[in-house]
């Protein structure tokens, strides 16, 4: 039987996570599959730290060397994120010949032509599915099951707490301090939660899933990104009301052979299957020419779902005869600097004749056609009134143009959400 060496990168909550995953299947595995797996050394910053898991001390090096350049391990696995220092120790094993399986979004979408061209020299193989949506295997579908498709659009919800932020928000009318710091005391959301609800998260990750949906690498800085700070508990409510769900969304299209990554906070209507895809779970909706529409849901985190994409990445890589790459072309994507799609558009505007007239003409003059159009009274701002828009498709740049042009002294507190999925 094929025995593969592993050397793990960390040994926090998702190192342990594979730890306690490989003791519980390894015989298992090892019957179906034909492969059994040796967990050979451990690069920790404690070897003393408690674990929650009986892990020999014996495997514990705090030396990067020990793991990196000793040819007996034939597998590196990284679950220690961030981009530094585990770049640097990715493509050190890949260009020692390792084959790498990593969780890490940031460090792969940051360092994807490097990884890509040290595992292409050095013939080691990549894997990375759970570097996107934890244990749905959203990689290994588009890269590989769906291969035969020309895919059109993937829209997602990849990260699961500003979608846990978004769902409490919908559901109880809170504020996003209020859920946010709710977040942060039962441990759903990191002290420091920048990384996710900025949206930084969500680039990473569509920035790998739009590269292997489009054959074209999709820089990280390429991808628009707005996050859920400014989202008004008025705005969910007044969507809620005309159908609409509000979701930190996820959306790469080919259109016209440019393609469009952007990460904000878009609504869907609630007859929409991402419309239900509440709390902490994610969801991938792919669109294929001949495929159709398809949608991806489960566990995006945690220890054990991620765990799950890791193993089943290295049982791949250690059955594999040789490592397959994804079909990325050299040429560099085309990015799109406007896009279309249908607005709702909520403004705080002077309740007096003639200012509705106004409004829709500035619109119409920048070819932004309105669907529908909501009016409501304000208690307690005399002589003002909310009015919410919802645009047909236009372009984006298009509806800017028109906002630009309104008197502020007419219409305050504009915001402007995309709307997705008719
Ligand atoms: N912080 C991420 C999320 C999980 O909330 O989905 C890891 O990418």
Redesign the pocket.
């Known amino acids: 039987m094929k025995r593969t060496r592993i050397g793990f990168l960390g040994c926090g909550n998702i190192g342990c996570g594979v730890y306690r995953l490989l003791q519980r299947q390894g015989k298992r595995i090892e019957e179906n599959e034909g492969v059994s797996f040796e967990i050979a050394r451990i690069l920790v910053r404690s070897k003393t730290k408690a674990r929650g898991v009986e892990i020999p001390e014996r495997l514990f090096t705090t030396e990067p060397q020990d793991v990196l350049d000793d040819e007996r391990i034939d597998v590196v696995m990284e679950f220690m994120g961030g981009e530094e220092p585990a770049a640097s120790y990715i493509l050190r094993a890949l260009r020692n010949g390792k084959t790498v399986v990593t969780a890490n979004?940031m460090a792969l979408a940051t360092h994807w032509d490097e990884m890509i061209a040290a595992a292409r020299e050095s013939g080691a193989g990549l894997y990375y599915e759970a570097s996107v949506c934890?244990a749905i295997p959203i990689i290994r579908a588009i890269g590989d099951s769906l291969q035969a498709n020309r895919i059109t659009s993937v829209m997602g919800i990849?990260?699961?707490?500003?979608n846990y932020i978004l769902s409490r928000m919908s559901r109880e009318g809170a504020s996003y301090e209020e859920v946010l710091s709710d977040a942060q005391r039962l441990g759903l959301a990191?002290p420091d939660p920048t990384?996710?609800v900025e949206g930084y998260?969500a680039a990473y990750?569509l920035s790998i899933l739009s590269t292997l949906s489009f054959h074209r690498h999709v820089p990280v800085e390429c991808v628009y990104r707005e996050g859920i700070t400014n989202v008004t508990p008025l705005d969910v409510r007044l969507g809620r009301e005309m159908g609409l769900t509000l979701k930190l969304l996820a959306v790469a299209k080919e259109e016209e052979g440019r393609v469009q990554a952007r990460v904000h906070p878009t609504f869907v209507p609630d007859t929409h299957p991402l419309a239900s895809v509440n709390g902490?779970f994610?969801a991938v909706y792919v669109d294929g020419d001949a495929c159709d529409e398809m949608m991806f849901y489960g566990r995006?985190?945690g220890d054990m779902p991620t765990a799950s994409a890791l193993v089943s990445d290295l049982i791949k890589a250690a059955r594999a005869e040789r490592h397959a790459l994804p079909a990325v072309g050299a040429v560099p994507c085309e990015m799109a600097d406007d896009w279309i799609c249908e607005h709702f558009v909520r403004m705080q505007v002077s309740d007096e004749p003639g200012v509705l007239a106004v409004l829709a003409g500035t619109f119409a003059r920048h070819g932004v056609s309105i669907a529908s159009m909501v009016q409501k009274g304000e208690s307690g701002t005399q002589g003002r009134a909310q009015l919410i828009f919802l645009t047909h498709k236009a372009s984006e740049r298009a509806v800017r143009s028109a906002l630009a042009e309104m008197d502020g002294s007419t219409v305050s507190q504009v915001s402007v959400i995309r709307v997705e999925g008719r």
């Open positions: 979004k934890g990849i990260n699961g707490t500003t990191e990384a996710d998260d990750k902490a994610n995006g985190a």
